[in-house]
């Protein structure tokens, strides 16, 4: 993707900045990871959602139970990701990983599932932070019959008999957080509304 005069995507700089540049309210999804998944890292999303607005975060909206978060920033997206982080940090006393991506990369993650024909409660986007590695897929252990693509900066994942009964480990992927496509589709839509 080229890259424009402000260091971020010129797609992101035609839309993040106006005609006298002035910068506009970016949307974004925030991905929290292991928040109210197998009983670990409680998290209401009433408190999410009151955490976000505390930041200044504008127009926000939580996506079912799991940590998903949809909003309005005029911040870069690695300071959404900083303040966000820290604010977590201050309400759950640990860490709390978040992967964030703005309302364009959450469509083009949807539009790059290299599994459009499979069911998309069966099929995952694991999120991560950075490229994964060219190697990603010859180091995972456990695989039956799930099929696996590497994205920009995601691992597609197709659980033919659903994730909960999958041996597989992708050690790539330890750091990201697994969101499927119903729920992809449901983000992209949320972050795409005027």
């Known amino acids: 993707m080229p890259v424009g005069s ?3 995507p010129r797609e992101q700089e035609k839309r993040d900045y106006d005609v006298e540049g002035k910068v506009n309210m970016a949307k974004y999804i925030a991905l929290l990871r292991a928040v109210n998944v197998g009983g670990t890292g409680k998290l209401p999303m009433a408190d999410l959602k009151s955490i976000c607005q505390d930041l200044g975060f504008a127009r926000v909206e939580t996506y079912i139970a799991s940590g998903n978060v949809v909003f309005e920033s005029k911040a870069a997206p690695s300071k959404v990701k900083a303040e966000l982080e ?7 006393g640990k860490p709390i990983g978040v992967m964030v991506r703005t309302a364009a990369e959450m469509r083009t993650v949807l539009k790059a599932n290299p ?13 991560l932070d950075h490229r994964p590695p060219r ?13 696996m693509s590497l994205g920009d900066r995601e ?3 197709h659980y033919p008999s659903g994730m909960g009964r999958s041996k597989l480990e992708i050690p790539a992927a330890k750091t990201g957080t697994a969101r499927n496509m119903n729920t992809v589709a449901k983000l992209a839509e949320m972050a795409s509304k005027p």
């Open 6 to 8: 402000k260091g971020v």
């Open 86 to 92: 820290a604010r977590l940090l201050e309400y759950a």
């Open 115 to 127: 599994f459009p024909d499979a069911e998309g409660k069966y099929t995952y986007a694991i999120f």
């Open 135 to 147: 190697d990603a897929l010859d180091r995972v252990v456990g695989q039956s019959h799930e099929k």
């Open 155 to 157: 691992i597609f994942v």
